[in-house]
């Protein structure tokens, strides 16, 4: 399963899979913290990593959690190869862009920060005194937990994701009913939206809590999976059915995604989003969908030959009355094609109907 996820959340994934519970770099963190000594790991020995380097020793030997253990003794920073195979150099004194802000305060944490903004490159700094483990990541900061209670945060997010899958589907479903009789509004839509786009966060927000556990999240990984199943692919069909001609599904979610949580919540700041010509503040307008969505419940149809059908009749409404010559005559729909979306449109009508009743 994947998500739609920013750069710098993408950034940050990666480097907690490196230090994920079970991997050899987390192993020699944990001997370190237990050791109560600190440690800053730069996870890169790329040049500009090794252009801010000042002192140290050259190490170059195969990485272990004993070795890091050993070196973090020493005051100084420990680089690490891209790959995290190998030490590169120990006790080296970074001196990162002294002008990039931080909001640390510790000097360990300070200079771990700033060369990760700095550089684009992962950083793990912990702390001697409190056994505080941060990584820093595609401009943010990640505190890890111990993993019994970020077992208990991932439960919590499951079930208020479970909540709103719900609601989720209550506002798919509410918008196939009114859809098949001709009275959608925007509001029905960008409900859907909205709603979506909620469920979507707080599933990448499980998903990075996978990451972070590493080998402890696999019941939670068959449990989001279970939940969150093809909702990505459902909202692309809602959006692309409203849509106007130039924009894509993909650029509007993704749009969609940028958005402060209060403006997701607001539904006229979220029907903005799709970029629909007219009132968007009107959210009791009618809107007619192209029927993209329910031609792709018909299994013998591809997406490609889906947009063809549905761009031929120019909405959903047209499509429901068309007969089979009407379906046959579109490039690529031969009878049976024709049949199984007639039978598909009549199934989805009459299944609406019986739930409304």
């Known amino acids: 399963m994947e998500f739609r996820t920013s750069g710098a959340n993408e950034d940050m994934r990666q480097a907690l899979a490196r230090v994920a519970p079970g991997t050899p770099l987390r192993d020699g963190i944990d001997r370190v913290v237990r050791a109560q000594a600190g440690a800053l790991l730069v996870l890169s020995d790329e040049a500009d990593v090794l252009s801010i380097c000042s002192g140290g020793f050259l190490v170059d030997a195969p990485y272990s959690p004993q070795r890091l253990s050993e070196l973090a003794k020493m005051d100084g920073a420990i680089i690490l190869s891209n790959e995290g195979g190998r030490i590169a150099r120990a006790n080296v004194h970074l001196v990162p862009d002294p002008t990039v802000p931080t909001s640390e305060t510790g000097t360990r944490h300070r200079t771990a920060e700033r060369v990760a903004r700095s550089l684009g490159v992962p950083v793990v700094s912990a702390s001697e005194e409190m056994g505080v483990i941060n990584v820093y990541a595609g401009g943010t900061k990640r505190q890890l937990q111990e993993v019994g209670h970020l077992l208990e945060r991932a439960n919590q997010a499951l079930q208020t994701l479970e909540r709103y899958k719900t609601k989720l589907d209550d506002a798919i479903a509410n918008l196939t009913a009114v859809e098949v009789e001709d009275v959608a ?161 009549s199934r989805i009508t009459e299944s609406t109907i019986l739930d409304q009743y």
């Open 185 to 345: 509004t925007l509001r029905d839509v960008v409900t859907v939206v909205q709603r979506g786009e909620m469920v979507h966060r707080i599933a990448d927000e499980i998903e990075t809590m996978i990451i972070e556990l590493g080998r402890d999240a696999r019941l939670l990984r068959l449990q989001l999976d279970e939940l969150y199943g093809e909702i990505d692919d459902e909202l692309d069909l809602v959006v692309a059915d409203y849509l106007p001609a130039g924009r894509t599904a993909e650029e509007t979610l993704l749009e969609m995604s940028k958005l402060a949580d209060d403006d997701v919540s607001d539904l006229r700041v979220a029907s903005s989003v799709l970029g629909r010509d007219g009132d968007t503040d009107d959210l009791g307008q009618e809107v007619a969908p192209k029927g993209l969505r329910l031609l792709r419940r018909v299994s013998r149809l591809s997406a490609k030959l889906a947009h063809g059908v549905a761009d031929h009749f120019g909405g959903l409404a047209k499509l429901q009355r068309a007969t089979l010559d009407d379906l046959m005559s579109v490039d690529g729909v031969d009878e049976a094609t024709a049949r199984a979306i007639r039978e598909t449109l």
